[in-house]
């Protein structure tokens, strides 16, 4: 009888705590103007704050372009879009191996997008791994025979006007490719 009593007592026990921890967490995750920091209030129990992207939701993607020149000293090729495509499916939910690369080099042109928005100075970005990572997919995409590259990062505002659509973020000095080592000290 008496452990009826402790099995029910610690059975309401839990579910009133998951019960507090679910609304707890709610509140946590308001919109932040009616956000307050609930964590005094649970006893040092941890709440997840879940933002996702919120309060500065995805409006822009980033496009990687590249142009070269050719081995006959010819003028530079065309701007043309490297930008790795992402395949979207039903299994790329359960199973996505392949986003890592493009992740990577999209988290790069993000992060060279932010040092550039900062004014941040061009001798320090080339020197950064951000820059290299994007100065290394821009060199895979090139000819092998070429010269000389340049890579430019556009921000595209596909919601946008037609004449705001687009926007430069960064453009790389042409960079020799005539080294062995493919550029790379070059590059930075």
Same mark, same amino acid.
């Given at each position: @009888?008496?452990?009826d009593r402790?099995?029910?007592a610690?059975g309401? $026990?839990?579910?009133?705590?998951?019960a507090? #921890?679910?609304?707890?967490?709610v509140?946590q *995750?308001?919109p932040d103007?009616y *956000?307050?920091?609930l964590?005094?209030?649970?006893? %040092?129990?941890?709440l997840p704050?879940? =933002?996702? $992207?919120?309060?500065n939701? %995805?409006?822009q993607?980033v #496009?990687l372009?590249?142009r070269e020149?050719?081995?006959?000293?010819?003028?530079a090729?065309?701007? =043309?879009?490297?930008?790795? %495509?992402?395949?979207? %499916? +039903?299994k790329?939910v359960l199973? *996505?191996?392949? !986003?890592r690369g493009?992740?990577?080099l $999209?988290?790069a042109m993000?992060?060279?997008?932010v @040092?550039?928005?900062?004014q941040a100075?061009?001798?320090?970005?080339?020197r !950064?791994l951000?820059?290299?990572l994007? $100065? !290394?997919a !821009?060199?895979a995409?090139?000819?092998a025979d070429a010269? &000389?590259?340049?890579?430019?990062?556009m921000?595209?505002f596909?919601s946008?006007p037609p004449? #705001? =659509?687009?926007?430069?973020?960064?453009?790389s000095e +042409?960079? &020799?490719l005539d080294?062995p080592?493919?550029?790379?000290?070059?590059?930075?």
């Open positions: @009888m008496l452990s402790i099995r029910g610690a309401a $026990f839990a579910v009133g705590a998951l507090t #921890h679910l609304v707890a967490t509140l *995750n308001t103007s *956000n307050q920091d964590r005094k209030f649970t006893g %040092g129990w941890p704050g879940w =933002r996702f $992207f919120a309060p939701p %995805g409006v993607n #496009h372009l590249v020149t050719t081995p006959d000293g010819g003028a090729t065309p701007w =043309r879009d490297v930008t790795p %495509g992402v395949e979207h %499916g +039903w790329q199973w *996505n191996p392949g !986003s493009p992740k990577a $999209f988290d993000q992060q060279l997008s @040092m550039s928005s900062n100075d061009f001798t320090w970005v080339t !950064s951000p820059y290299r994007v $100065f !290394s !821009s060199r995409a090139v000819a010269r &000389a590259l340049q890579f430019l990062l921000n595209v596909p946008a004449e #705001h =659509r687009m926007k430069p973020i960064l453009t +042409w960079i &020799a080294s080592a493919g550029g790379a000290e070059a590059a930075g």
